[in-house]
């Protein structure tokens, strides 16, 4: 029950972060971002939604993996557990940086942190269990496809 307990505490916390990412992002969408020139492969809005709470469930339950492992590779766990904190926090800022500051240039440097301590998040975890690191694919690949669209962004409305 413990490791089930544990799994649904990290997923719930990834859920509130982006709950709260999302509060910053609402207004905006509706009033600054239809303002900006996006490319031609921007999605529309409705899309992020439901595949950032399929990405969240996914970087919880991989979370919650590693917690669980904390028993039997404790230094290990915590290293990865560290680097699983940085990019959850690094995370909500983009949201700040971008939606709630305007700022898509500040946020393109932020983005590059954050694939890059994701990067390292998904090592650590595929090191404590390989499941877990698979988890955080999806996350990277779509992380990977927002910074080239911030950076589009960013290029078209300088």
């Given at each position: 029950?413990?490791?089930?307990?544990?799994?649904?505490?990290?997923?719930?916390?990834?859920?509130?972060?982006?709950?709260?990412?999302?509060?910053?992002?609402?207004?905006?969408?509706?009033?600054?971002?239809?303002?900006?020139?996006?490319?031609?492969?921007?999605?529309?809005?409705?899309?992020?939604?439901?595949?950032?709470?399929?990405?969240?469930?996914?970087?919880?339950?991989?979370?919650?993996?590693?917690?669980?492992?904390?028993?039997?590779?404790?230094?290990?766990?915590?290293?990865?557990?560290?680097?699983?904190?940085?990019?959850?926090?690094?995370?909500?800022?983009?949201?700040?940086?971008?939606?709630?500051?305007?700022?898509?240039?500040?946020?393109?440097?932020?983005?590059?942190?954050?694939?890059?301590?994701?990067?390292?998040?998904?090592?650590?975890?595929?090191?404590?269990?390989?499941?877990?690191?698979?988890l955080f694919i999806p996350y990277l690949?779509?992380?990977?496809?927002?910074?080239?669209?911030?950076?589009?962004?960013?290029?078209?409305?300088?």
């Open positions: 029950m413990q490791k089930i307990l544990r799994i649904v505490l990290v997923v719930a916390t990834c859920l509130v972060i982006g709950y709260l990412s999302g509060m910053v992002t609402r207004e905006s969408i509706t009033t600054w971002y239809p303002t900006l020139v996006k490319p031609v492969f921007n999605p529309p809005n409705w899309i992020f939604a439901p595949v950032w709470t399929m990405l969240y469930i996914m970087m919880g339950v991989a979370g919650g993996m590693i917690w669980n492992r904390i028993d039997t590779d404790e230094a290990n766990v915590k290293k990865a557990f560290t680097f699983f904190m940085y990019q959850l926090g690094l995370n909500a800022l983009w949201s700040y940086l971008f939606f709630g500051l305007h700022n898509p240039l500040l946020a393109l440097i932020e983005i590059i942190l954050l694939w890059l301590v994701i990067f390292e998040t998904y090592n650590q975890f595929k090191k404590i269990d390989k499941v877990a690191g698979m690949a779509w992380v990977s496809f927002a910074t080239v669209l911030n950076a589009s962004i960013w290029w078209l409305n300088k």
